[in-house]
């Protein structure tokens, strides 16, 4: 009877040891999943794709995963906001192409820090996250004219160089145009480095050193109502990653 119930004993301790490693073992792999995702779709209003580093091309929904080598693409009429692991925000305007280069962020290691995009086309409103302010170096967009980088902010840039049939670029000259809300810039390309700090406007020509602009070029990101209503009352417009599908390979 004694041998029986030791037996049971050693037993429930056997599976308990077993449950706490198995435990353990998913703990660790989410938190290596997570590390996986730079970021997810916070909002969007439209059509939102992303080409993946393996040519596969998925049509995406609110809280799809974004990841290092991803080629996100708003449709005409479409906005979607990107929010990353280290809390910062991207906004795109649509008929926008932004590639995510590189994307490398753990609480704990600032110094492998990394976070690299491309303005492909388009237009976007960036506020950074823990990354931008903790290691600014680590911080670059890239566009036609001119590399941004930042020292904590929240900035726009428009790419007037690619879509000339764009109304807002239509009528402004063939240029990237950059505007800081707060915080500062800094705009670098070959001819020249420019600083533009909050309240201020600024034009990067091909091949032409950073100018300021004496004026607002009216490049403003204007979402739908239902858009703005969703970003303020964190409702699920578009939600569910049921929603989220994969189209082909090119």
Not at 24 to 42: K, P, T
Not at 49 to 57: L, M, Q, R
Not at 67 to 78: A, P, V
Not at 171 to 184: F, H, I, M, P, W
Request: hydrophobic share 35%; net charge positive; glycine share 10%.
């Amino acid at each position: 009877m004694h041998q029986s119930v030791d037996s049971t004993r050693h037993m429930g301790l056997r599976e308990f040891f077993a449950w706490s490693v198995c435990a353990m073992a998913l703990v660790v792999y989410a938190g290596h999943a997570r590390a996986a995702d730079s970021g997810s779709v916070e909002q969007l209003s439209g059509t939102l794709s992303v080409k993946g580093a393996d040519g596969k091309i998925r049509i995406l929904s609110r809280k799809s995963v974004i990841r290092s080598g991803d080629t996100i693409n708003t449709e005409h009429d479409s906005y979607a906001q990107i929010k990353f692991a280290d809390g910062g925000r991207v906004t795109l305007k649509p008929n926008t192409t932004v590639r995510l280069d590189q994307f490398k962020f753990s609480e704990d290691k600032p110094k492998e820090d990394s976070f690299i995009y491309s303005l492909l086309r388009g237009g976007l409103r960036a506020v950074t996250g823990l990354l931008g302010r903790r290691n600014k170096e680590a911080y670059e967009l890239k566009t036609a004219t001119a590399t941004v980088g930042i020292r904590g902010t929240t900035f726009s840039v428009d790419d007037c160089t690619t879509d000339r049939a764009s109304p807002d670029c239509a009528r402004l000259q063939s240029a990237v145009y950059v505007g800081v809300t707060d915080g500062e810039i800094v705009v670098r390309n070959a001819q020249g480095e420019l600083g533009i700090a909050a309240g201020q406007f600024g034009l990067i020509e091909r091949e032409r050193r950073p100018l300021f602009l004496s004026t607002d070029p009216g490049l403003h990101i204007t979402p739908p109502a239902s858009f703005i209503a969703s970003l303020a009352g964190g409702s699920t417009l578009n939600a569910g990653r049921a929603m989220e599908c994969v189209v082909g390979q090119r």
